[in-house]
């Protein structure tokens, strides 16, 4: 080992005693963390987070009632520190209201009768949920698996039409961890769920299917390259990117990136789904153009999710709103309905 590598190997070390191998979430490092890196990139988002904080506190003025309007789209673009963030995700996205009409309707659906069949399902996937993290096991003191429970049993009465599928432990499990509050994740769900996401988790998902072509359209009108590439090699859309859309990005982008790409999520809809699969696509244009298989092709859009392109999560919001171009809700509803009419004629 040269001397380079050796003071590059002790840094990191020493960077890792700092910081520490468990994330303010919970997640453990992997063994490849790069702790020097992260450490870099820290010091400087730690700055932006300490204004942006200080912005918040004077937006909200200790209210905890919000409207939307032009500025608040702004700052929730810029980012909302998390102490604020369950706030602004409730009011944002109508779950707040919501959970203010249906006062007890939580705790009923809880004590109310259960499907033995959703029950098993969902106590299956149970111990699924983030093993890498120390919230979800059962060594934990403050262990989230009962409320994870809790929320997705309440959710599959609540929605029978759904009921549970897999992605949907991951999405309650982000919730939980963000809120901390069994009831408002319960509510969250139902945003992302029933209004933010129709039919991503319907047992066609039939809106999850719409939205992986309308993607394939996208990238045809702006990265034509990257969708030769992907038609020369019969690469279906849903081979690569079924995961980014039916997990929201958990477990393929940093945290810190993914509760930044929600705080759009909640605020602006499913359009920020697509602005963020855009960037990862465009950015790397001609890395994914250089694949001459399709292994090679798995292995590009693997790859474009890790680095410092995705853990500098601010510059990488930044990127976006602004690399992207125009996208329009028009352009999208435009698109939709084309890809779901040539889904609903090839099934039949």
Known sequence: M???????MVDNNQ????????????????????YNLYEEIMSQYLTVLTRRSIKWSKLLKGQ???????????????????EHRTLIW????????????????????????QDPKLIETITTDLNRTFPDNVN?????????????????????????????????????????????????????MDALLGRILPD???PAMMGLKTDQEVLGELVRLKAPGVWKTMMDNGVMWTLVVSRWFICLYIDILPVETVLRIWDCLFYEGSKILF??????????????????SLPD???????????????????????????????SMATLTKLRAKCRAQLTEEKS
């Open 2 to 8: 040269d001397k380079k590598t050796y003071r590059a």
């Open 15 to 34: 960077a890792k005693e700092r910081i520490g191998s468990v994330d303010p979430y919970g997640f453990e490092r992997s063994e490849q963390f790069d």
């Open 64 to 82: 905890n009632r919000v409207q939307k309007n032009v500025k608040l789209k702004r700052y929730v673009r810029k980012g909302i520190p998390n």
């Open 90 to 113: 409730m009011m944002a996205s109508g779950a707040q209201d919501q959970l203010e009409r249906n006062m007890g309707h939580y705790q009923s659906l809880l004590s109310g009768q």
């Open 136 to 188: 979800f096991r059962k060594t934990s003191d403050q262990c989230l698996l009962k409320s994870l429970y809790n929320v997705l049993r309440a959710y599959g009465h609540h929605n029978p039409a759904v009921g549970y599928c897999q992605g949907m432990n991951f999405i309650a499990g982000y919730l939980l961890i963000i809120t901390k509050d069994e009831e408002k994740s319960f509510w969250l």
């Open 200 to 202: 991503y988790y319907s």
């Open 275 to 292: 602005r963020v699969a855009l960037t990862l696509i465009q950015c790397h244009a001609a890395q994914i153009q250089q694949a001459e």
């Open 297 to 327: 092709i798995c292995q590009a859009f693997k790859e474009i999710t890790h680095g410092p392109f995705v853990e500098e999560c601010h510059i990488f919001m930044q990127k976006i709103f602004t690399e992207t171009g125009s996208l």
